[in-house]
């Protein structure tokens, strides 16, 4: 009964059953990538394998972290592409991930590589904290820019500033989780608390925020620099801000998972998600990828920027997230009246 | 498995009266096969599923409790009580004022603000939400009106729910106001009294049960509605969002149960004080009624006019600015025309096929369903005999008004998805969500076509017995002709319906079948509020197309099949 019901619980919501339309292999893919890069990675893919068929289950961070792990004794997903690394160490505490070294891995900067070997899970690409500031708004309502995140505490941003829900966005946690580690558990708390004085909102995805700030309905988005800068170059009236304490950041990465049935496939996509063609992909969005030498300059984004990322200690991150989502829900979701 | 039963039957004509019995029933018992596994079965599973832990072990209370003392649960439910109440005494009073121009006036083009009223029903309950933060957002139109207030929060909801709620409290209260007798405003206005008088002692206690209703009714939506809170209610949590949160968010599934039977509690309370209520009412009314027709009065028309104009402006208001911000560039910044929020290439949600699936499951929902609800109707109501099935498909007809499609969502997750279940396989098929949808929508459904089949003389089918004509002959030839209307509408409501839902259905959608309504979610959840917009536009177009379309077809049958009704 016990097993049944794990099972149950593990096909919940991912539908597998539904009748797929026959390619030769069918590989069902997890991904907390933006809406918008899956059709380019997923064409790319494909063009280069022909005989597989990427069917691509996309959800926040959060989410597809929680569904991961729910189906733990009955696993869905044949791998993960592009979720943050902090979510995948957790599946590789609970035993869920499979060794491979895809092809070409030790082209890749040993830091952006699980230390395993062989190792666990690959790295993709950095993305990191940043805030987008609404220009014309902060004009109109006379707000100075922030330069740190210590500014984003002071009175005259009180109800201007959003920030996605770090237990449903990846770009949420890592604020979190990075906040934390540059000031220390006690201090980190404290500007929260501080912060949450001034948030407006907290939203379920990591572009809203900068979404929200480029639509001046808040004029002040903490999120990450792919949306800011893409929201940039269509027009929108933002700077994006790099904080001077430094950017809280995590790495998109690539894991097969423990028992996929379609293991040959799976590895042929971990063998894609390191190639060259895919990092030229990634590059596409994010300034630093975990092959140097690939990355471009993005006029939107700073040349030091590689610099300008916290010091983040993954194995903490991960193994804290629960706890911290924890707290944080007890201190900022249950209180007793809404703020305002 | 119903149409095969269905194609059968013709050929069992020549079997003769014992073999239509026999037919009869197992019809019957089909149908309640359907009803209990589309409804009965997945309900039972929720139970279940509240009192095991996440590795199905049983825990009896635990989840109860541990749902009961965290904070963030309690204070959700205060404020969907909350919410739930203040809509409700809102709507009320604005649906009746509504309901009372309409029916107590002789103003021209009733029949055009009756449409207008009823308008809301064609979005799903995220279009005014959207609309909202449109014109009271920090960006909107009018939001100088709110004094440097917020559109994020309690009020932002209670205003998105007025106009997801206002058409179903708008529909019983007409109901309950065109039932009024004429004699009794006559005795009135013999003894002296004035409007005033007449007003409070005969119109209000005349749709006292229907006000009463139209509140529960109100008041089970609002606490189960979760579009709207989720797009305008900031940092106002309620419970319908957190039991969406629990399960999709967290995959917390034992939680979501609880939170969903805490939802099931008030829409079980309205049912049993309706059906407390029913019983009086019967005795309220007399078969000697006379039709109450107002008389010529200028200053009330005029005032019923305002009244008209107000509430329908603020209706229309909320519905055309979703569609309107959805052909804006780039709001607040550059507002030239563009149809490219239409294209949903680059955003979440599955854009146009989701669409698609949403038209293939509203048709599916409507043909199906009119033509499941019509057979189950007619054998309740028609067909001798089979007391104890028949009553059982009574209920089980009725069981769906109590249960909130959220609910039954769950229900469906936890019986269809269950490894041993034979139907695991249909898990996530469009057809499981087509048997969601007409089990949600099954009780309206079978109302109206009851009530048509009711009009017709039961000797229909006593002639047709003493001719050894079989009843289905019956139903194909006199039934089903004479009731084309009432079956046209039931299309209609099962099709709009379908198209607008999100509550039960984004439970058991998967990628591969995303759906239009719960795509707007999706966009709005990623920050493409005009993207959302859009897609809202395009369920609403579809809804009110295909209804201007069956009201066509209605006319067109209706000169065909309804001139008996006609005298002479």
Redesign the interface.
């Given at each position: 009964m016990k097993k049944q019901m794990a099972a149950c619980i593990g096909l919940v919501c991912t539908g597998l059953m539904a009748p797929l339309a026959q390619a030769a292999t069918t590989l069902t893919v997890y991904s907390a990538l933006e809406a918008d890069q899956v059709k380019d990675y997923k064409a790319a893919f494909e063009k280069a394998n022909p005989d597989i068929e990427l069917r691509f289950v996309r959800e926040s961070t959060g989410v597809i972290t929680a569904k991961l792990l729910s189906e733990k004794n009955n696993p869905q997903a044949d791998v993960v592409w592009g979720l943050a690394a902090t979510s995948l160490m957790i599946l590789d505490q609970q035993g869920m991930l499979q060794s491979y070294a895809p092809k070409g891995v030790e082209n890749l900067n040993r830091e952006f590589v699980d230390k395993a070997h062989p190792p666990k899970w690959t790295g993709m690409d950095v993305w990191a904290a940043t805030i987008c500031f609404n220009t014309v708004e902060a004009v109109k309502k006379g707000l100075p820019k922030p330069e740190s995140w210590a500014d984003l505490t002071k009175p005259v941003y009180k109800g201007q500033i959003v920030m996605p829900h770090p237990a449903s966005s990846g770009t949420g946690y890592l604020d979190v989780s990075a906040w934390l580690q540059m000031m220390g558990e006690k201090n980190g708390w404290d500007y929260m608390d501080k912060l949450h004085v001034n948030m407006a909102q907290y939203v379920h995805s990591g572009s809203k925020p900068c979404k929200m700030a480029a639509a001046g309905e808040y004029p002040i988005g903490i999120s990450f620099e792919y949306r800011g800068a893409e929201l940039k170059e269509k027009g929108a009236p933002i700077d994006l801000v790099y904080p001077k304490e430094g950017l809280g950041w995590d790495l998109e990465a690539t894991a097969i998972l423990k028992g996929s049935k379609n293991l040959a496939a799976a590895k042929m996509l971990a063998d894609f998600s390191v190639s060259l063609p895919a990092m030229q992909l990634y590059e596409k969005n994010y300034a630093v990828v975990a092959m140097p030498g690939v990355a471009k300059q993005n006029p939107y984004i700073p040349t030091d920027y590689a610099k300008r990322l916290s010091k983040n200690n993954f194995a903490w991150a991960a193994k804290n997230r629960e706890a911290i989502l924890q707290e944080w829900s007890r201190r900022y979701e249950s209180k007793a009246a809404p703020k305002n | 498995m119903l149409s095969a039963v269905l194609r059968w039957l013709p050929r069992g004509g020549q079997a003769g009266i014992a073999g239509e019995a026999r037919i009869a029933s197992l019809l019957l018992w089909a149908l309640v096969a359907v009803l209990l596994l589309g409804l009965g079965l997945p309900l039972l599973f929720i139970f279940a599923k509240s009192v095991?832990d996440?590795?199905?072990?049983f825990v009896c209370l635990a989840n109860f409790a541990q749902v009961l003392q965290?904070?963030?649960l309690l204070?959700a439910s205060s404020n969907s009580l909350q919410l739930g109440l203040t809509v409700t005494a809102l709507v009320l009073p604005l649906a009746f004022a509504f309901a009372w121009a309409l029916l107590r006036s002789r103003l021209w083009g009733r029949g055009l603000w009756r449409q207008v009223g009823l308008s809301p029903l064609l979005a799903p309950s995220l279009m005014p939400a959207i609309s909202l933060?449109y014109l009271f957002?920090?960006?909107g139109l009018l939001k100088d009106w709110l004094h440097g207030g917020?559109i994020?929060?309690?009020w932002g909801v209670v205003l998105g729910e007025l106009f997801y709620t206002f058409p179903h409290a708008l529909l019983i209260i007409m109901t309950a106001l065109s039932a009024a007798d004429a004699r009794l405003y006559e005795a009135g206005r013999v003894l002296g009294a004035g409007p005033l008088r007449q007003f409070l002692t005969i119109t209000l206690p005349g749709v006292r049960y229907g006000l009463v209703s139209a509140g529960l009714v109100v008041f089970t939506l609002v606490l189960t509605d979760f579009g709207v809170p989720k797009v305008v209610g900031?940092?106002?949590?309620v419970l319908a969002v957190e039991a969406f949160k629990q399960v999709?968010?967290?995959?917390n599934?034992p939680r979501g149960a609880v939170v969903g039977l805490l939802l099931l509690l008030p829409a079980i309370l309205s049912c049993l004080v309706e059906r407390h209520m029913a019983r009086r009412q019967q005795a309220a009314l007399t078969a000697r009624a006379q039709p109450f027709a107002p008389a010529p009065a200028w200053l009330r028309d005029a005032g019923a006019l305002l009244l008209l104009l107000a509430i329908g402006l603020l209706l229309l208001a909320l519905l055309g600015v979703g569609v309107a911000a959805s052909f804006i560039k780039?709001?607040?910044?550059?507002l030239d025309f563009t149809l490219a929020h239409y294209q949903f290439?680059?955003?979440?949600?599955g854009g146009w096929s989701a669409y698609v699936n949403s038209l293939q499951l509203a048709t599916a929902t409507a043909v199906l369903g009119s033509l499941l609800v019509f057979v189950g109707a007619y054998v309740c109501e028609k067909l001798p005999g089979m007391a104890l099935g028949r009553s059982l498909l009574r209920f089980l007809a009725m069981l769906p008004m109590a249960v909130p499609g959220l609910v039954l969502g769950l229900g469906y997750?936890?019986f269809f998805?269950?490894?041993?279940n034979p139907l695991?396989?249909?898990?996530?098929?469009l057809g499981l969500m087509v048997l969601c949808c007409i089990a949600h929508f099954y009780t309206t459904a079978h109302l109206t076509a009851a009530t048509a089949l009711k009009q017709l003389d039961g000797e229909f089918e006593a002639v047709a017995a003493s001719l050894k004509v079989p009843f289905w002959v019956t139903w194909w030839r006199v039934s089903l002709p004479v009731c084309l209307p009432a079956l046209v509408d039931v299309a209609r409501f099962l099709f709009v319906s379908a198209m607008t839902t999100l509550s039960a259905l984004i439970?058991?959608?998967?990628?591969?079948?995303s759906l239009a309504a719960v795509s707007i979610i999706t966009m709005d959840?990623?920050?493409?509020?005009a993207a959302a917009a859009a897609m809202a536009t395009l369920v609403v177009l579809s809804s009110a197309g295909l209804s201007l379309l069956l009201s066509l077809l209605e006319r067109l049958l209706g000169r065909r099949n309804q001139r008996w009704r006609k005298p002479g």
């Open positions: - | 095991q996440g590795d199905g072990g965290s904070p963030g204070r933060v957002g920090n960006q917020n994020y929060g309690f900031g940092d106002f949590n999709i968010g967290q995959q599934f780039y709001w607040p910044y550059n290439d680059t955003v979440d949600g997750v936890f998805n269950h490894p041993a695991h396989g249909w898990y996530g098929s439970f058991i959608m998967t990628p591969e079948h959840d990623a920050g493409d509020t």
